[in-house]
Every structure is written in structure tokens, then in C-alpha cells.
């Protein structure tokens, strides 16, 4: 016996939440690190810099 199924497909809501840059800028320490570190770098030993 065989069965048939079937499954409908459903459209996903897409939700606007803003502005991508203000939504993740709220915890940036600067805009971009100073040096390449390995995966797995502890924040404190993290450097940032500002672009003027």
C-alpha cells in the first residue's frame, strides 16, 4: 500500500526591523580591528581603531 504525501508550501514573513547599521552598531568598539588575530582571540586582547 502506498501512501501519497503531500506537503503545501507556506510564504515567509519577511520583517523589516530598521536600519541594519544602526541595529548592529549599538556595541562597536571601533570600525575595524588593527591586526589579523587567529579564531578564539579573547576580546580584551582585541585592538580597534576609528576611521577619522
Known amino acids: 500500500m502506498e501512501h501519497e504525501q503531500t506537503v ?15 541595529l548592529t552598531a549599538g556595541t562597536q568598539n571601533g570600525d575595524f580591528l588593527d591586526a589579523a588575530f587567529p579564531a578564539g582571540t579573547p576580546k580584551s586582547d582585541l585592538t580597534f581603531s576609528s576611521t577619522p
Open 8 to 22: 503545501e508550501y507556506e510564504t515567509p514573513d519577511v520583517v523589516d526591523y530598521g536600519d541594519l547599521v544602526e
